[in-house]
């Protein structure tokens, strides 16, 4: 079932322009849990988006859609996600998929580091994912499984003039090199990226180093710049993070 949230999420994530469309999105994610509660007005209110303009988007999402069936539906498909993410939860341990994973840790070591990473998640308002096109495809569940969970993720847009970040956020990095994420540091200075934590998802062993350590946290994976093997890596580890923010937070919340 395509929820609204799914839908939400493909405009956002592909969105090119700062608009009222994009505007209403972000609002949606970072207001997700508190939807069932808020108006249009407030909404309205809010954002300073134009009425018009809301609901032409709302019919966008739905062709029978005014505001009031949007909103009804917008909290009955959150119910639902969570069901089918407890469908898919049923059984699942972390540690039985980090003995599958190629990982260049103990299986121990990596289920450790994995809930520390779930706590810096927890314990930010805003999580902010920057990393190429596909990369940023894979980590679209894990966004839109902690969204469900009452978390704030975002994928980096450049024109967004509210990505300004603080301590409040995490930057989550996903680089096979780490090239990316140093132009990133490098271009994005005004920003103040370095006043929100970081964890950079690699294959680079340099960035591990503490000579050469630009982000609070590193997961390293194992390989050498192997495109179809770091991809491969990456869905694991979101499956990863997931699975286990979800144990770590949501059901011991």
């Given at each position: ?206 960035y591990t180093m503490e ?18 093997n770091f991809n491969y ?21």
């Amino acid at each position: 079932m395509d929820v609204l949230l799914a839908r939400i999420l493909k405009y956002l994530n592909g969105a090119l322009f700062y608009d009222d469309n994009y505007k209403l999105c972000t609002y949606l994610v970072d207001h997700y849990l508190d939807m069932e509660t808020i108006t249009k007005e407030q909404l309205l209110h809010d954002t300073g988006i134009l009425e018009s303009n809301m609901d032409d988007f709302i019919r966008r999402l739905g062709p029978d859609f005014d505001w009031e069936t949007f909103h009804r539906t917008f909290v009955q498909h959150h119910l639902t996600r969570l069901d089918q993410i407890r469908g898919r939860m049923v059984g699942l341990r972390s540690g039985d998929l980090v003995k599958t994973m190629e990982k260049d840790m103990s299986d121990q070591e990596m289920l450790d580091y994995v809930s520390m990473i779930c706590g810096q998640i927890d314990g930010h308002k805003r999580i902010v994912l920057v990393g190429a096109l596909y990369p940023m495809s894979i980590a679209v569940e894990f966004q839109t499984d902690l969204i469900t969970f009452g978390k704030n993720v975002v994928q980096f847009h450049s024109y967004d003039p509210n990505i300004q970040f603080t301590p409040e956020d995490m930057i989550i990095f996903i680089s096979a090199t780490g090239r990316a994420m140093r132009g990133f540091l490098s271009s994005r200075s005004r920003q103040n990226p370095e006043m929100a934590a970081s964890l950079l998802i690699t294959q680079n062993p340099v960035y591990t180093m503490e000579e050469h350590k630009i982000s609070d946290y590193v997961l390293k994976l194992p390989g050498r710049f192997d495109g179809l093997n770091f991809n491969y890596q990456l869905m694991q580890i979101f499956d990863l993070l997931r699975i286990q923010y979800y144990q770590q937070y949501y059901l011991g919340a």
